[in-house]
Nanobody, 119 residues
């Protein structure tokens, strides 16, 4: 069993910053990628950022230059530094950990953390 827990959400004014954290724990497994998604009511969950085991990163266009994804050396925690926040960044942010089991992969999701950007 793998547990994924996000933290760091909250209320921030436009132009402000927040740092989200996501910790993965549980049975021994190999992590392939760690990613952040977000969702607003009535819309589909959308990709935000991804970091792979080789540290390569990928971002959705709307956050490039403002958000930064990173991970710790043990690959058990992933961070999302969010700067220059806009009201349209308001959403529930979810962490997804993709575990590798040989040639198979499995996704694990956290419960989500609310980010509200408002004056």
């Amino acid at each position: 069993q793998v547990q994924v827990m996000e933290s760091g959400g909250g209320l921030v004014q436009p132009g402000g910053s927040l740092r989200l954290s996501c910790a993965a724990s549980g049975n021994s497994f190999s992590i392939a990628t760690m990613a952040w998604y977000r969702q607003v009511p009535g819309k589909e969950r959308e990709f935000v950022a991804r970091i792979s085991v080789d540290k390569s990163t990928d971002y959705t266009d709307s956050v490039k230059g403002r958000f930064g994804i990173s991970r710790d050396k043990t690959l058990s925690t992933v961070y999302l530094q969010m700067n220059s926040l806009k009201t349209e960044d308001t959403a529930v942010y979810y962490c997804k950990i993709t575990g590798r089991y040989g040639i198979n992969f499995k996704d694990y999701w956290g419960q989500g953390t609310q980010v509200t950007v408002s004056s």
